[in-house]
């Protein structure tokens, strides 16, 4: 037994040295390189482009198998001007031999020096790397419904490796090349190293990067695990640190579990203070937005928690920093194909008007002809609306928008299938408070929305001042108003709009007309001689306006003015597609000193006024005819009157020699000293 068990010893020891000679002799006899044509032709079909490797192969069995090779070069399709799609100046991998049949790998060195990737589209668009490789040959049908009715794996068991262990592990030299040239663009990536240290399961692994990006510094450091006995299973712990261009600087701190098999995340992460703006000129690259205030976009700062799996995020403790303004923030998302999100976001403050382009400002000749050019408008596809589901709010302390000052906005907003509501939305502005509700509805192809609002106490002489720059309306407004409206587009909105309001001004003045001015002085007021020099302005106790809105026609039936002197009567339409005017006011002067809680009916002298034009260019006149009409039906023996006008009888045969707008002028003086109204 002791001599068997000595000759199956001796046997297994032969057998070893001999394998252990033939891995070392192997190499030293057998000629390598005149197998290199032959690997250069194989692989040249293989990928369906010119292969070759200029350096000597270099092979080693025993301890270390390893392999190595300088100077390899892989080219490009026809029709690229540059020669290679990759190149590599030399590699260098060596592995222990006996231990991989353990599943115990240890690498002693992997060097990879002067890689170089171009990455090229061409002025048709296509790039270098399409059509790279043979294309895969179709599996036969059998096969396709075998492989299709067998189950998927659900996560495997980890790695197929039970230890790792590195010795040198760096790629330097590393070069990436874009390269666009239907739009003329270039981006180069030079100097790339990167290098890995302690690379081993039971160890954190130290990781280096660094390049260049068109001559400008990026790099990436920190560490990665432990990653345990088992990869891909329990906990992976990293803090990763990226800094670029000197502007830049990231922060990722962690940990990730069972990335093999049901990956989950827990990560903080942090941005530090950094200029938009100089890291886009750092990049050598003109800053894309153009702003109102060039200060805008010089500070953002980041710092958020993120936690989550393969089917759900969550965002917790969310800062960002922007200008002088801070938004903080939560938020969660779940089911990824039918998006579940919920949010809530506290702004402090924010002037919108910094980051919005600067006014006057010129758009580009490309642009203006396109606008020019009426473009066909593609259909909104309303789907992912339809599947997402929403539930968030809105906090803002101090916002600036449009150069109107609003504070404490909230808003509430919740969606699901396709139907959203705003409700509520509350907020301050100009002394007043504001309330509204909302809902957007795209279950079907054209959306429809709704808006009931209500106001009071909103100052409105310095809101119009800040939003249009003009001041022709003062007073502290009450409103409820109610519309609807179909529709995604400007055009379809106005010609689709419904609804009802009533307006209620209250101790203040529109500015700019003088109607009792108007009625006391026709010539001054209708531009029959020049005007004063003062500002005119009519101010009023009260003004209110009723309104309807029909398919983007506004009427109001019924809109009344009263001040101690004055009642004024206001019936017309404003066209929201054609945006005309159409209005008749009828003021009448009543000599009172009682104000609008005086409900007595005031006798007076109407002088109705047309309100006709655009909005941008609102045109008034007297309406000649229905002011000789009222005072011809209140006062008896002035029915010659009507002569004056024209178009009437005797009015078109004037012959004395004052003219008409003078013998109005006299009349209408005339009737005022009259003491109607008392």
Known sequence: ??????????????????????????????????????????????????????????????????????????????????????????FDVKVKLIPLITKDIQIKRFILKGPRIALIKSKTGRGNWEGLGKPAKE??????????DKPESGGGGGLPIKSLAVGKFAITEGAVLLIDHAKGERVEISDITFRLKDVSFDRPVKMEFSALVDGRPLSMKG????????????????????????????????????????????????????????????????????????????RVALKTGVKGDLNSVSISGGILDLDESKLKFTAKAKEFSKPNIMFDLNLDKIDLDRYLPPPGEKKPAEETAKAKTPAVKKKTDYTPLRKLVLDGTIRVGKLK????????????????????????????????DMSAKSTLDVRQDTPKSNLELQAKGIQVGPLIKDVMKKDFLEGAVKARVAISMRGDDPDR?????????????????????????????????????????????????????????????????????????????????????????????????????????????????????????????PKFR???????????????????????????????????????????????????KLPFGR
């Open 1 to 90: 037994m002791k001599k068997a068990i000595k000759w199956i010893s001796i046997a297994v020891g032969v057998v070893v040295i001999l394998v252990i000679a033939t891995l070392l002799i192997v190499p030293m006899f057998v000629d390598i390189q005149k197998y290199k044509p032959e690997i250069e032709k194989k692989v040249s079909e293989a990928v369906g482009r010119p292969f070759t490797i200029g350096g000597e192969l270099r092979l080693s069995l025993f301890p270390w198998a390893g392999i190595a090779f300088s100077d390899l070069h892989m080219g490009n399709p026809p029709g690229f001007k540059e020669k290679d799609f990759v190149s590599v100046k030399s």
């Open 622 to 672: 007297p309406d000649l005819k229905g002011m000789v009409k009222g005072l011809t039906d209140k006062l008896p023996g002035t029915s010659d009157l009507k002569k004056l006008l024209p178009g009437q009888s005797g009015g078109a045969q004037e012959t004395e020699s004052k003219p008409v707008g003078k013998k109005l002028e006299d009349t209408v003086k005339g009737l005022l």
């Open 493 to 617: 909105i106005k010609k689709t709009l419904n609804g009802k309001g009533d307006l209620l001004f209250t101790d203040g003045a529109i500015v700019g007309i003088d109607i009792a001015g108007m009625v006391r002085n026709v010539k001054a007021k209708f531009g029959l001689a020049k005007a004063g020099g003062t500002k005119p302005r009519t101010d009023f106790s009260e003004l209110h306006a009723p309104f309807t809105i029909t398919n983007g026609v506004v009427n109001t039936p019924n809109t009344t003015m009263s001040s101690p002197l004055l009642r004024l009567v206001a019936k017309g339409d404003a066209h929201l597609v054609k945006e005309t005017l159409d209005f008749r006011v009828e003021p009448k002067v009543v000599f009172t000193t009682k104000g609008q809680g005086d409900a007595k009916e005031r006798s007076g002298i109407m002088v109705p006024v047309l309100v006709t034009g655009t909005f941008s260019s």
């Open 401 to 432: 928008a449009n150069n109107a000052r609003i504070q404490d906005v909230y808003l509430k907003v919740v969606g699901k299938n396709g139907l959203f509501n705003i409700e509520p939305l509350t907020l301050k502005l100009y002394q007043g």
């Open 139 to 148: 599996a036969p049908a059998k096969d396709r419904n075998k492989k299709a």
């Open 223 to 298: 560490n990665i695990g432990p990653v345990g006995k088992d990869p891909g299973k329990g906990t992976i712990p990293l803090e990763l640190s990226v800094n670029a261009l000197k502007q830049l600087n990231i922060i990722l701190k962690g940990k990730i579990v069972d990335p093999a098999t049901k990956l989950k995340f827990d990560l903080a992460l942090q941005v530090a203070p950094f200029s938009p703006r100089k890291l886009v000129a750092a990049l050598g690259r003109k800053f894309p937005v153009n702003t109102a205030d060039a200060k805008a976009l010089t």
